[in-house]
């Protein structure tokens, strides 16, 4: 009897204890950092003026980073910061990249890199401390949901005002956010978590949007006509099978779906077709060592990123200097950004600055898999699945990464900090299991 009251009492005591006035403090200040983080990302596609001014996100973000170092300075013993591993790799990255000023092909556009890079930094900083528990994760994921409806909006609305050339044209007078490829890398980011809420949803109203939100970045993908998008897709599907087996059916359904319905987009989408035929004949055109009079702009791009890299693999041109190389000393008419994450590492920044980023990259991923891994032992199944759909997120972007520009943009950073902020928080037990802990111990 006595150890049944002693029980009660341990959970009276942890259900009604309050939080200290400096876990308040703390908790508000990192809400206020994450309304602006959120806000930045919703309105990532706004822009003041003329394309190349700052971005609304940009300038949200700039609020954020100063609002931190004034609250560390103000209340240094109740700072939100919080460094990781992968940080630590950002931060060398971005010394190292500073310092190809130094030997960079093209010096003057160092700055401008770097300054793009630090932002990216300072965004995945900003997100792991601001992204401190589960209530926060789940934030995130319904702006996910909002962002692909708002997106297959767009899609739907310039792809039927024009197809591709509509999406351009509305990608000038909006600052670049429509722009094709920003669209597909958008759903290929979004649509994992749609699948998380459309099992795991609280609400049906949460379930009814996060099906509309797979519809709609499946709708996305097919109105832009990209290749990449629907590859990543696919890759993003059979990866989920293969870490949550409790979807394994349901996936491999989807995935068999979209395979099979690649026909009907081919044939439906005469530009589409004609780009796959043209990738088929040069690709066999230059295994066979013949001459392809149509050949493609971004295998030339990568030719030429290789062998600057042959040339330049120690310490690389320096940071944004490989387009230019690449246009002045291999001949392009046009100065293209390499299609390749890994090429453009390798070709700016050389072997250290590559080994750095891959260290950030695969320290997030690695902790994410771990802790994905130990979820799915405790059958922890909803925060199982949210962590594999920012794993499948995370991994679909940085394969991204290696056919379209994605190393200065929000994409990547986004999905890699939520990814982190996700580990952590998952590294201590849920609410009611912390809860019963305690009492188990006073009986």
Not at 180 to 190: A, T
Not at 337 to 363: D, M, T
Not at 408 to 437: D, G
Request: aromatic share 10%; with cysteine; glycine share 8%.
């Amino acid at each position: 009897m006595r150890q049944a009251t002693m029980s009660s009492e341990a959970r009276a005591e942890i259900t009604t204890t309050e939080p200290s006035s400096a876990e308040r403090h703390r908790r508000g200040a990192t809400s206020i950092v994450l309304i602006l983080m959120m806000l930045g990302v919703g309105v990532r596609t706004t822009r003041f003026g003329a394309m190349g001014s700052p971005s609304v996100s940009e300038m949200l973000v700039i609020l954020a980073a100063c609002l931190v170092v004034a609250h560390a300075l103000l209340f240094p013993n109740r700072s939100i910061i919080r460094i990781d591993g992968a940080l630590k790799y950002f931060g060398a990255f971005v010394l190292w990249a500073s310092a190809s000023y130094f030997w960079a092909y093209h010096p003057e556009v160092v700055a401008g890199e770097v300054m793009a890079v630090v932002l990216k930094a300072v965004t995945y900083a900003l997100i792991i401390a601001c992204t401190i528990d589960r209530k926060h994760l789940q934030h995130w994921g319904h702006l996910f949901i909002l962002m692909s409806l708002a997106f297959a909006a767009t899609a739907i609305h310039e792809g039927g005002a024009g197809g591709p050339a509509g999406f351009e044209q509305a990608g000038q007078a909006l600052g670049g956010w429509s722009w094709i490829n920003q669209l597909g890398k958008w759903s290929c980011l979004l649509l994992p978590f749609n699948i998380h809420y459309i099992v795991f949803g609280r609400s049906r109203v949460i379930k009814l949007l996060a099906g509309l939100g797979i519809a709609g970045n499946l709708l996305t993908v097919y109105l832009i006509s990209r290749r990449a998008p629907l590859l990543i897709i696919t890759l993003e599907l059979i990866l989920f099978a293969i870490l949550f087996k409790q979807y394994r059916k349901t996936l491999l359904g989807i995935t068999l779906l979209l395979v099979l319905s690649l026909p009907l987009l081919v044939l439906s989408n005469p530009g589409f077709a004609e780009r796959i035929a043209l990738t088929a004949l040069e690709i066999n055109a230059r295994l066979s060592g013949q001459e392809f009079e149509f050949g493609s702009v971004r295998l030339m791009q990568y030719q030429a990123s290789i062998a600057a890299i042959k040339e330049h693999y120690l310490v690389g041109l320096g940071l944004g200097s490989l387009r230019f190389w690449t246009h002045e000393v291999y001949g392009f008419r046009i100065i293209f950004w390499p299609h390749s994450l890994i090429l453009q590492l390798l070709g700016e920044l050389g072997i250290p600055g590559f080994l750095l980023f891959a260290g950030f990259i695969l320290n997030t991923i690695n902790r994410g898999l771990r802790t994905q891994e130990r979820l799915v032992r405790e059958e922890r199944l909803e925060e199982a699945s949210l962590i594999t759909a920012m794993i499948c997120a995370a991994i679909g972007l940085v394969v991204y990464g290696q056919f379209q520009p994605i190393f200065t943009e929000m994409h990547l950073y986004l999905s890699m900090s939520v990814l982190s902020a996700a580990a952590y928080i998952y590294a201590s037990p849920a609410p009611a299991e912390a809860a019963e802990e305690p009492a188990a111990s006073a009986m």
